[in-house]
C-alpha cells in the first residue's frame, strides 16, 4: 500500500502531526508504504516562499491581518480566491499522484485536502482521501471539496458536531484529537528529569513557553513573564522557561530573573528536544494555544494559562479551552499580576482545570487515526 502525507510550512503544527503519523505508519506497518510531501512547494516554490514568509510576518508583525483574512476565507470573495487558484494549482499536483499512486492520501492542511478533492471530483485520481484538521475550532476552508474527502479526524466532538452540521457524513468523521508523538503517551521517572534540570520536585512547576522564532508579543510576554516570576519569591514554586529560536527573548528573560535574585527558581532553556518531559514533570503550561501545543499538553493533563493568540484559529482555540475550564486566558487589556495571583494560589481551581484535561486529552491521537486508516 502507498501512502502519501501531504502539509505545509504555515506554522509548525502541520508538520509536525504528519510527522507524527509517519512515524507511526513506519514503525508499525510493514506493508505500508509511506513519504510526506510540502504540497505547498511541490506545486509553485515561489508562492510557497513567498506565502510562508507573509504568514510569518503577519504572525509576528501585524496578527490582527491574519486574522482578518482568516475569517474572511470563510466565505465571500476570498474564499473563492482561495478555492479557485487551489484548483488551478492541484493541475500541477496532478503529476506527482500519477507519478507516486497513492491508495491513500492524508492532508495535515487543508490546501492539500482541496486540491485532493477536486482532482477526485474531475475523476482525475482514484485515492482516498483523509483530513486531518489540527486547531480546536472548524474553519470551513477544511470542508471545501467534503464530499469527495473519506474521513475526517477532529480534535473533539464539538467540532465533529459543527461538519455533521454542514452536511458531511457523520461516519466518515472521527473525534480523535490531533497527531501528537507517542511520547507523550509515555511514563517517565520524575526524580530523574528534575535531577537532570537541577529542579526541586517538591515546587510548583511551570512550563512558560515564550512564543518561540516569532517572538509575537514580546513585551506582553515579557510582562507576563516577570508577573510569574514574582511569584517564585515565596520559594514554593518554580519556573521552566522555554525562550525558543529567540535570543532577545532569552536575554529579556535572563534579565528579569537577574533583577528578580531567582536563579535558584528559574530554569532557562533556549531549545529542547524533551518537552515530553518537561511536561510530564509541570503543573502548569504556559503558552500560546497552537493546535499541537494545546494537544499535547491535553495529554500531559496540565492545565493551561494562555497568552497572545495570533487573531483566527489560536483565538478560537483560547475560546473553546477557557469555556471548557482547562485554560485561563490572559487578554491584552487584562490585569496578569492579579490572574495570576489568583490562580496560583487557588488550589482548587487549578484541581479542577487538570481534571477538566481529561475530557479532551488524546493522548492515543496517532495510533488511533492510523487503526481507522488501516482496520481493513
Known amino acids: 500500500m502507498k501512502v502519501l502525507i501531504f502539509y505545509a510550512s504555515y506554522g509548525g503544527g502541520h508538520l509536525n502531526a504528519a510527522k507524527s503519523i509517519e512515524y507511526h505508519?513506519?514503525?508499525?506497518?510493514?506493508?505500508?508504504?509511506?513519504e510526506m510531501i510540502d504540497c505547498m512547494k511541490y506545486v509553485n516554490k515561489t508562492i510557497?516562499?513567498?506565502?510562508?514568509?507573509?504568514y510569518r510576518e503577519m504572525a509576528k508583525k501585524a496578527p490582527w491581518a491574519w486574522g482578518r483574512i482568516?475569517?474572511?476565507?470563510?466565505k465571500g470573495p476570498l474564499a473563492h480566491i482561495s478555492t479557485r487558484s487551489n484548483k488551478i494549482m492541484a493541475i500541477k499536483l496532478l503529476k506527482l499522484l500519477r507519478e507516486k499512486k497513492p491508495d491513500l492520501i492524508i492532508s495535515t492542511h487543508p490546501f492539500g485536502s482541496q486540491m485532493c478533492s477536486y482532482l477526485k471530483r474531475k475523476n482525475k485520481i482514484s485515492s482516498k482521501i483523509a483530513t486531518i484538521m489540527t486547531d480546536f475550532a472548524p474553519h470551513d476552508q477544511w470542508l471545501v471539496g467534503h464530499e469527495f474527502t473519506d474521513y475526517y479526524f477532529v480534535a473533539h466532538n464539538k467540532m465533529k458536531n459543527y461538519l455533521i452540521s454542514k452536511g458531511i457524513?457523520?461516519?466518515k468523521i472521527f473525534a480523535t484529537g490531533i497527531p501528537i508523538s507517542e511520547a507523550f503517551n509515555k511514563n517517565y521517572d520524575k526524580k530523574e528529569i528534575f535531577a537532570k534540570y537541577n529542579l526541586d520536585e517538591n515546587?510548583?512547576?511551570?512550563?512558560?513557553?515564550?512564543?518561540?522564532?516569532?517572538?509575537?508579543?514580546?513585551?506582553k510576554t515579557v510582562h507576563i513573564f516577570e508577573n510569574f516570576v514574582k511569584e517564585t519569591i515565596n520559594n514554593t514554586i518554580q519556573i521552566i522557561a522555554i525562550?525558543?529560536?529567540?535570543?532577545?527573548?532569552?536575554?529579556?528573560?535572563?534579565?528579569i530573573v537577574t533583577i528578580n535574585n531567582a536563579q535558584n527558581n528559574i530554569k532557562i532553556i533556549e531549545f529542547s528536544n524533551e518537552i515530553p518531559k518537561l511536561m510530564y514533570i509541570s503543573d502548569l503550561v504556559v503558552t500560546k494555544p497552537g493546535g499541537l501545543t494545546t494537544s499535547e499538553s491535553l495529554a500531559s493533563n496540565l492545565p493551561m494559562v494562555i497568552i497572545n493568540p495570533i487573531p483566527g484559529q489560536e483565538e478560537e482555540n483560547a475560546e473553546f479551552l477557557e469555556e471548557t475550564g482547562i485554560a485561563v486566558w490572559i487578554k491584552k487589556e487584562d490585569n496578569s499580576i492579579e490572574i495570576i495571583e489568583n490562580l496560583l494560589s487557588n488550589k482548587e481551581k487549578?484541581?479542577?482545570?487538570?481534571?477538566?484535561?481529561k475530557i479532551l486529552a488524546k493522548q492515543n491521537s496517532t495510533q488511533?487515526?492510523?487503526n481507522i486508516l488501516f482496520r481493513n
Open 25 to 34: 505508519i513506519k514503525s508499525n506497518y510493514q506493508n505500508i508504504n509511506v
Open 48 to 54: 510557497e516562499k513567498v506565502t510562508t514568509a507573509a
Open 70 to 74: 482568516y475569517s474572511d476565507s470563510q
Open 169 to 171: 457524513d457523520e461516519n
Open 203 to 219: 515546587k510548583f512547576t511551570i512550563l512558560f513557553f515564550g512564543g518561540g522564532e516569532f517572538g509575537l508579543g514580546k513585551t
Open 243 to 255: 525562550s525558543g529560536k529567540n535570543p532577545k527573548m532569552k536575554e529579556a528573560f535572563k534579565n
Open 350 to 357: 487549578l484541581a479542577q482545570m487538570k481534571e477538566n484535561t
Open 368 to 370: 488511533d487515526i492510523c
